[in-house]
């Protein structure tokens, strides 16, 4: 099964607020598991990854972390801006695949 | 920051024309693909390539056709528009080995047939 399944679809939360997104994926051959950000009429970017070795990653205002018995993983965002307001897209891919699974996206807006 | 173009942004044209998107990179990164955006944001893979002379169709079934004749440059070309191809279209690329598979995406381009 190669799906990623993400919720919310959609989050409001007021500045300063920490909007959390999960994923959940279903094929433990994955162990790369990035976020990515999209601002309208833009591409994704890379926001911030994380690899099944470790439970908690963070940069900056993001962390991700990571349950890999629950195979889940999830998006926190400390401090949320209104600049942060943008879509989230969370995605798995195999070591040496070619390819990553996108999760369907939340859209997150922070209220100033 | 990603150097991945994409030409046109925006697209507005009449059913039965044949459309090419352009891709380019000039990272030098073997691996391209084209994704398709839902206004419901969902994004689906319809074309990827490993490198020259390679390509492959992607998760989402598309009338769309793809070349890689350059390492740098990823065409996509639509035969015969139709209006159910109305969609924002998204070039991405990836480096091989290292980076395991950080992809870098385009702005996209946003195609309107009618």
């Known amino acids: 099964q190669q799906q990623v399944k993400q919720s919310p679809q959609s989050l409001i939360v007021q500045k300063g607020g920490i909007p959390i997104i999960n994923c959940a994926y279903e094929?433990?051959?994955?162990?790369?598991f990035p976020w990515y950000q999209q601002f309208p009429g833009k591409g994704p970017a890379l926001l911030i990854a994380?690899?099944?070795?470790?439970s908690e990653k963070k940069e900056g205002r993001f962390t991700i972390s990571f349950n890999k018995s629950a195979k889940q993983f999830s998006l926190h965002i400390m401090d949320s801006q209104p600049g942060d307001s943008a879509t989230y897209f969370c995605?798995?891919?195999?070591?040496?695949?070619?390819?990553?699974?996108f999760g369907a996206g939340t859209i997150l807006r922070v209220k100033s | 920051e990603a150097d991945i173009y994409q030409t046109p942004r925006y697209l507005v044209i009449g059913t039965g024309k044949k459309i090419t998107l352009e891709c380019s990179q000039t990272?030098?990164?073997?691996?391209m693909y084209w994704y398709q955006q839902d206004p419901g944001m969902e994004l689906h893979l319809i074309h990827y390539?490993?490198?020259?002379?390679?390509?492959e169709k992607g998760d989402l079934s598309s009338e769309s056709t793809v070349s890689r004749i350059r390492t740098e440059h990823f065409p996509l070309t639509l035969e015969s528009a139709r209006p159910s191809h109305t969609s924002q279209y998204l070039c991405?690329?990836?480096?091989?080995?290292?980076?395991?598979?950080?992809?870098?995406f385009g702005p996209g381009t946003r195609l309107t047939v009618l």
């Open positions: 995605a798995a891919s195999m070591e040496y695949g070619n390819k990553l699974v």
């Open positions: 094929n433990t051959a994955f162990d790369y």
């Open positions: 994380i690899r099944p070795d470790v």
């Open positions: 990272m030098g990164h073997d691996k």
């Open positions: 991405a690329s990836s480096p091989r080995g290292q980076s395991k598979n950080t992809q870098y």
């Open positions: 390539s490993y490198g020259v002379n390679s390509t």
